[in-house]
């Protein structure tokens, strides 16, 4: 499991104070209210960043930290992760998963049957939909819902799926 979870991008600055636009990769903006400290992945380091403002501007949050107070000091991050570590993540509730922990799992069918990898999580608004790669090489659309992923277990790194008529067409 990943030590850090991605909550925002560096979209660009915000005036000349320091402030960044983030571009949120959370399922609640409003979490950014909550957040006292944020780690920069700079690609080369992670730095501590603490949170001193918070605002919002369509869908977008606008964050001050203590350690910028100049438009050019933090330019440079524009395109940078935002993370918090598994501490500091939201609590899930029963069934919900991060993205990055389903990501690489191995798709199985309820037969036990190995059908391929889950490569991605689209989030379409009425359910999810696991993308996943076949052993074939083939690219599937899975639905989250009860009818179609029977379980996820993350320390097996398995989900078991049932394969629906018209799925593989």
Not at 138 to 152: N, R
Request: hydrophobic share 40%; aromatic share 8%; net charge negative.
């Amino acid at each position: 499991m990943e030590e850090f979870l991605r909550v925002g991008v560096i979209s660009s600055t915000h005036g000349i104070r320091g402030e960044v636009k983030v571009y949120p990769t959370t399922d609640d903006i409003a979490r950014f209210q909550d957040l006292k400290e944020v780690w920069l992945d700079t690609k080369r380091e992670k730095q501590l960043l603490h949170v001193t403002g918070v605002k919002f501007f369509k869908n977008m949050a606008i964050l001050r930290f203590k350690e910028f107070s100049d438009i050019n000091e933090i330019e440079k991050y524009k395109g940078c992760d935002l993370l918090v570590d598994r501490a500091h993540a939201v609590k899930l509730e029963e069934g919900e998963y991060f993205i990055a922990d389903l990501l690489g799992l191995a798709v199985v069918t309820e037969d036990g049957e190995a059908f391929g990898t889950l490569e991605d999580v689209m989030q379409t608004g009425a359910n999810d939909v696991y993308v996943v790669r076949t052993n074939e090489g083939k690219e599937v659309l899975l639905p989250v819902i009860p009818d179609c992923v029977l379980d996820v277990n993350l320390e097996e790194k398995r989900v078991t799926v049932h394969i629906m008529d018209g799925l593989l067409d």
